[in-house]
């Protein structure tokens, strides 16, 4: 844009609240980050040899099209039509300006959302399971594999599936499960088979049962099923939700939009904030970003997290599993051990003992940082936020709209005036249970006890120890 074009636009842009794109903008092709980073993340590598995996050990989960885009350098890697017109249901989606929340903090700054909650399932989680079942489609699998936390990967896998044409099996940790029973109505609904997990339809599952009848489960715990299911049956590949290169790349359709909106506004963000969980939605949003960081632009980009599990302010950076029964690769990531059972809080998604390695080295290469919040601060943040841009948000998408309070009052004592652009992962109809506690005064603040860290930190001792 001219420096006048700018001008008018940033003139139309003032009073504006919603900047949407017209369907035929929806981006065209993915975003690889790998392509820009400074420092290469390291290898995943295969506990046996300790050698990098290659697509043959991958092979068994995963169709060869997702493999190579694991490993992808390519800077960008061109949607499928068929995946791009399901995307149409939703994308793209809103961009606001949170004026009425920027009026109530009273504050200098400018905050921008993106709103991710408008996709059929509710969250951001379907820009990934609809690319992942087309893939598996096109190479013949029948049947794909899963776990969840809150719920919403697996309804968002489940919707994917259904609308794809494939079967779905979907391992829910069993506090979820308990406490969010419409999210596993909604699953059923979209034709998938749901158990709490651990279950005793696996190996796995009967292992953790037998020491711990009670367990809450964990993702950890709920990821090693659903790999066994996968790895067990010809027709069967496992999915993820988060935490892989692919699917980080499948989400940046997210910021791709956002920047175009942003300009639509006449704005550049100056912090761009996202919940961190597996890492998938914060790099969705601020990938794009970061490319423009690396290339010279002065960009704050900040991961909130829970201080119940506290990966990146934390964990440690060292090879691990990405499951609790040491099924997967081992791989190079902030951890607080594969055996870590993050207590029950409501934010069900952030509750995952590591990250995306991609995410991991971005912290390491300063291009990014990390903050954690007590989760009745968070839930404050959230009910500020939905009276006054109405929008009741998911306990994950929660943590960004805290952060962007903080960002916003570090701006005001420093008298200066910021943009901030934050992602709103997700709506919370189905967390309703979590606001009753809530409101009732029962939600429990915990924060990761000293002993109990080191004691989860324990089961990395041995495994290899990242270049
Ligand atoms: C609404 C929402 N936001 C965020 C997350 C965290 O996952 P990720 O870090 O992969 O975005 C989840 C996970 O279930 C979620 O449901």
């Not at 290659?54 to 092979?59: F, N, S, T």
């Not at 379907?126 to 697996?154: C, D, H, I």
């Not at 570090?410 to 992602?423: C, V």
């Amino acid at each position: 844009m001219t420096f006048y074009a700018r001008f008018v636009a940033r003139t139309q842009a003032a009073g504006q609240t919603k900047f949407l794109l017209d369907e035929s903008e929806l981006p065209r092709r993915w975003y690889n980050i790998r392509s820009d980073m400074p420092t290469a993340p390291q290898p995943v590598l295969h506990p046996g040899t300790g050698e990098p995996v290659g697509p043959e050990d991958l092979a068994p989960l995963f169709p060869m099209e997702l493999i190579g885009q694991e490993v992808s350098e390519e800077a960008e890697i061109a949607i499928p039509d068929e995946v791009l017109e399901i995307y149409s249901l939703w994308r793209p989606t809103p961009l606001f300006r949170a004026r009425r929340l920027e009026d109530a903090i009273g504050t200098r700054s400018r905050i921008f959302y993106k709103y991710e909650g408008v996709s059929p399932p509710g969250s951001h989680k379907p820009n990934t399971a609809v690319a992942q079942a087309f893939y598996n489609k096109q190479e013949g699998r029948t049947r794909l594999s899963t776990e969840t936390g809150a719920g919403q990967w697996g309804s968002a896998l489940a919707f994917a599936c259904k609308l794809i044409g494939l079967e779905c099996k979907v391992y829910m940790v069993k506090i979820s499960y308990e406490q969010k029973p419409n999210r596993r109505s909604l699953i059923q609904a979209w034709g998938a088979e749901i158990v709490p997990s651990p279950s005793e339809e696996t190996q796995s599952g009967r292992a953790i049962l037998e020491e711990h009848p009670d367990s809450p489960g964990s993702l950890g715990i709920a990821i090693s099923e659903a790999v066994e299911d996968a790895a067990g049956r010809e027709d069967t590949a496992y999915s993820l939700g988060s935490v892989l290169n692919h699917v980080l790349l499948h989400q940046t359709v997210i910021g791709q939009e956002a920047l175009a909106q942003m300009e639509l506004a006449g704005a550049f963000p100056d912090v761009v904030i996202g919940c961190v969980g597996g890492g998938s939605n914060f790099a969705g949003l601020a990938f794009p970003f970061l490319r423009e960081k690396i290339a010279g632009r002065e960009i704050d980009v900040l991961a909130c997290e829970p201080a119940a599990c506290p990966t990146l302010t934390r964990g440690l950076f060292a090879y691990d599993f990405g499951d609790t029964s040491k099924l997967t690769p081992l791989v190079p990531m902030h951890t607080l051990g594969h055996d870590f059972v993050p207590a029950p809080i409501h934010a069900g998604g952030l509750r995952y003992h590591g990250v995306a390695p991609l995410i991991s080295q971005l912290l390491l290469d300063g291009l990014i940082r990390a903050e954690a919040y007590l989760q009745n601060d968070v839930f404050a943040s959230a009910v500020l936020f939905a009276g006054t841009e109405g929008i009741l948000p998911a306990p994950e998408a929660a943590h960004a709209i805290h952060g962007t309070l903080q960002a916003a009052k570090a701006a005001d004592e420093a008298g200066e005036e910021r943009t901030i652009l934050f992602n709103l992962s997700g709506h919370g109809h189905f967390d309703m249970g979590a606001y009753d506690n809530y409101f009732a005064g029962k939600l429990e603040d915990v924060a990761l006890d000293e002993d109990e860290m080191s004691r989860a930190l324990g089961a990395i001792e041995g495994l290899p120890t990242p270049a």
